[in-house]
């Protein structure tokens, strides 16, 4: 089974819609985040959380919000979907034990492709 | 703000080798890594120097690191179909972050 696993793969909806995509993760890990891929931009981390209690915003939050129900689960929702919000997601994780605290490798879930119309 | 460069594409032939560079701006980065995305599938970490290491090799991959110039190649040797993908180089931002390139995309052919 799969390490960081995000639900759903596909999505399309339309403009004004509220949508949520989840992420969980058996690996243990205290660290989580969301990234948005889009093409000729590469990845841009949106939001990050370092345990249940820590949400950070990354380089472009605006139009996302996140939750973190527990270690293993970190909710992306966007509020009222715009198109140009289409775009790949992945959610990703990290872990702190037995590694230099500058060590920073990361999992990746398989994404979620989102399409607003 | 911090950013991360890379060419978007790459096209070389079956056996040859193939070079994929990368330009970086947080000189206080200790590590830096490449990823590499398969078609449909999420990232994968492929190797990692760290920043007092000019070179590292591993099996067919050889990474290349100038920090005066903030400069990190990643060769592969003896590409194959199946290296034929996306790769992105990251740097390490405050030890809390990864701050990715924009992806330069191989296509590899017989």
């Known amino acids: 089974d799969a390490d960081v696993t995000q639900t759903p793969r596909n999505r399309i909806t339309k403009t004004g819609k509220r949508i949520m995509l989840e992420c969980s993760q058996t690996?243990?890990?205290?660290?989580m985040y969301w990234y948005r891929q889009d093409p000729g931009l590469g990845l841009r981390l949106i939001y990050y959380?370092?345990?249940?209690?820590?949400?950070n915003k990354g380089e472009i939050s605006d139009g996302y919000s996140v939750s973190r129900q527990a270690q293993a689960k970190f909710s992306l929702s966007l509020e009222s979907a715009i198109p140009n919000q289409t775009a790949l997601y992945f959610c990703?994780?990290?872990?702190?034990?037995?590694?230099?605290?500058?060590?920073?490798?990361?999992?990746f879930g398989p994404g979620t492709r989102l399409t607003v119309l | 703000g911090e950013d991360v460069e890379q060419s978007l594409f790459l096209s070389v032939r079956e056996g040859d080798s193939s070079v994929i560079n990368c330009t970086y701006t947080?000189?206080?980065?200790?590590?830096l890594y490449w990823y590499k995305q398969e078609p449909g599938a999420g990232l994968q970490l492929l190797t990692y120097?760290?920043?007092?290491?000019d070179m590292k090799q591993d099996q067919r991959l050889t990474v290349l690191l100038n920090k005066k110039d903030k400069h990190l190649s990643l060769r592969i040797a003896d590409t194959q179909t199946g290296d034929s993908a996306i790769y992105f180089c990251?740097?390490?931002?405050?030890?809390?972050?990864?701050?990715f390139g924009t992806g330069t995309r191989l296509q590899v052919f017989p």
């Open positions: 990703a994780t990290s872990g702190t034990s037995g590694r230099p605290s500058s060590y920073n490798e990361q999992f």
């Open positions: 690996k243990g890990h205290d660290r």
């Open positions: 959380s370092f345990d249940v209690k820590d949400i």
């Open positions: 947080d000189s206080s980065s200790t590590y």
């Open positions: 120097i760290f920043s007092n290491m």
């Open positions: 990251a740097e390490s931002y405050n030890t809390d972050k990864l701050i």
